[in-house]
């Protein structure tokens, strides 16, 4: 039982402490420092700091899964599903401890040099893209709609990040709205134009 919180106390630590921080300058030290954990406490859950990093991650993914399987439970209708992902982005963006998305920042921070990282951040954003893409195709939008909608989230994401305003997701969510009616138009008998 001990280690089950040890661990959780120590990624929440980590998350934390790389979220304001850089990765590679936080320590096992601060981490476990932060958590209110020994280094013993550490070795006991965690190979190394890689381990830990990969543990980061899980959490991170798992909690945005949740967080839009929550924005999306109150809809029935796949439209309104996507759209309500932005609303769930701004949101997010209001709160204090935003910092963009941390698979980006990975992927900024390790991602060159460490190909696991690149991977994990590739497999995060390919999961979301697979979920906008399939909640695209059940609102009768071509597949494309959907790697498109998927790729304003992204963006928004990144532009919130570096202004620090919830705007993008606002602005991202008005392009969402058109661009699925614009695919709603163009959907005669002849198919998809766009």
């Known amino acids: 039982m001990e280690d089950a919180s040890d661990r959780v106390a120590l990624i929440r630590s980590a998350d934390h402490l790389f979220t304001i921080g850089h990765i590679r300058s936080t320590t096992i030290d601060a981490i476990d420092a932060h958590a209110h954990r020994t280094r013993a406490a550490f070795d006991a859950v965690f190979r190394d700091k890689d381990d830990l990093i990969v543990a980061v991650l899980d959490y991170r993914h798992a909690a945005w899964n949740r967080h ?11 439209r309104d599903k996507i759209l309500s992902i932005f609303s769930y982005l701004e949101t997010w963006f209001a709160e204090p401890t935003f910092h963009g998305c941390a698979f980006v920042n990975v992927y900024a921070e390790l991602g060159p040099e460490i190909p696991w990282a690149a991977d994990y951040a590739a497999k995060h954003k390919n999961v979301f893209i697979d979920l906008v893409t399939r909640l695209a195709l059940e609102a009768g939008l071509p597949e494309s709609a959907g790697t498109s909608i998927a790729l304003l989230a992204e963006g928004a994401q990144v ?35 766009l």
């Open 159 to 193: 532009t919130a990040a570096l202004t620090r305003t919830i705007a993008p997701a606002r602005e991202a969510r008005s392009a969402a709205a058109m661009l699925i009616a614009l695919y709603q138009e163009e959907s005669g008998p002849g198919g998809f134009d």
């Open 68 to 78: 839009l399987a929550d924005a999306m439970a109150p809809s029935a209708d796949p």
